[in-house]
C-alpha cells in the first residue's frame, strides 16, 4: 500500500501508531496498531489512554512492561481472567503486542492476527465446557 504522508500527524490518544510522529506517513501497519490497541481494551477491561493516571495512563506501556515480565493475569481483570483458559489468554495478548510492535515491520498482517485470534478460540473451548457444565461460573 502507498504511504499517505501528512504535514501534522492526527489521530487519537493512545490509539495512533507512534511511527506517524517519526515519519509522518500512515500505512496499513498503522490500522494494525490500532487494532491491536483496541484487542488490548477488550483483554484488559480499560481505555487505551487515561489521562492523570500515576501507575500508567498508556495501556499499550502497561500492557507490553507485564507481558515481557511473562505475567499475563496482571493485564487481565480477574473477572475475565477466571473465566478464561491460561493458553487462550497468552495467545489472545501475543496477538495484540504483536500489533502494537513499535517498529512498523516487526507487526504482522491481518491474515495473521486472525489466525492467532481464530487459534486462541480453539484454545478456549475446552474451557468454555467447564463453563458451561457449571464447574466455572459465568459472571456476565
Do not use: W
Not at 70 to 92: H, K, Y
Not at 118 to 125: F, M, N, P, V, Y
Not at 131 to 140: K, M, T
Amino acid at each position: 500500500m502507498d504511504d499517505v504522508h501528512l504535514t501534522t500527524p492526527i489521530g487519537t490518544k493512545g490509539y495512533m501508531d507512534p511511527e506517524i510522529v517519526k515519519t509522518g506517513g500512515v500505512t496499513h501497519k498503522s490500522d494494525i496498531y490500532s487494532f491491536g490497541v483496541v484487542l488490548l481494551e477488550i483483554l484488559c477491561g480499560r481505555k487505551a489512554y487515561i489521562p492523570n493516571e500515576d501507575d500508567g495512563s498508556f495501556l499499550v506501556s502497561v500492557a507490553k512492561f507485564e507481558y515481557e515480565k511473562d505475567n499475563v493475569e496482571n493485564l487481565i481483570p480477574p473477572s475475565l481472567f477466571d473465566q478464561m483458559g491460561m493458553e487462550s489468554a497468552r495467545t489472545f495478548t501475543s496477538a495484540a503486542i504483536l500489533c502494537v510492535k513499535d517498529d512498523r515491520v516487526q507487526r504482522p498482517d491481518m491474515k495473521y492476527i486472525v489466525h492467532q485470534l481464530e487459534k486462541a478460540l480453539e484454545l478456549q473451548l475446552p474451557y468454555e465446557s467447564l463453563n458451561s457444565s457449571g464447574n466455572v461460573p459465568y459472571l456476565c
